[in-house]
């Protein structure tokens, strides 16, 4: 079922796009706002705003939002332009792309993970992938 929720309710805001639990659907979801998964999706959602996967929430397919949040567990890739939050109940396999990733303990991450941005933030190369072969930090430090 999705329903356009009128109000404030339990953390979902003004007309946010709800999955409930129980329920089950396959397609596209586009949303200007917020979107909530409690239930079974499949296919693709895109949001302008952030998608929450509950802890009974199960989506198979393809997440692109600004902020993403798993408790429950995702069957595909997540592409994140703020950040992505995989709290301890989460179950993510696919690849997952934002310039923030944030894993609590517990959770369960199988695929790659890009942070695209980071040199733009200053964040320096690697060590291992700067061409220097051979030398670990401890000796790096040193150098």
């Given at each position: ?12 805001s003004l007309e946010d796009t709800v999955i409930a639990e129980g329920a089950s659907m396959e397609g596209t979801i586009r949303s200007a ?12 959602v895109e949001s302008d705003a952030s998608v929450f996967v509950g802890d009974r929430g199960c989506v198979e397919g393809t997440i692109k ?79």
């Open positions: 079922m999705v329903l356009g929720i009128f109000g404030s309710r339990g953390g979902e706002t917020s979107v909530h998964l409690n239930g079974t999706f499949k296919g693709v939002a600004v902020d993403v949040h798993v408790r429950g567990e995702v069957r595909g890739d997540i592409y994140a332009t703020g950040r992505v939050e995989l709290e301890s109940t989460a179950r993510v396999f696919g690849d997952i792309s934002t310039p923030v990733l944030g894993i609590c303990g517990g959770a369960i991450f199988v695929g790659r993970s890009s942070m695209p941005g980071t040199a733009e933030r200053g964040v320096p190369e690697s060590p291992r992938l700067s061409g220097r072969s051979g030398v670990t930090l401890a000796e790096e430090d040193e150098l």
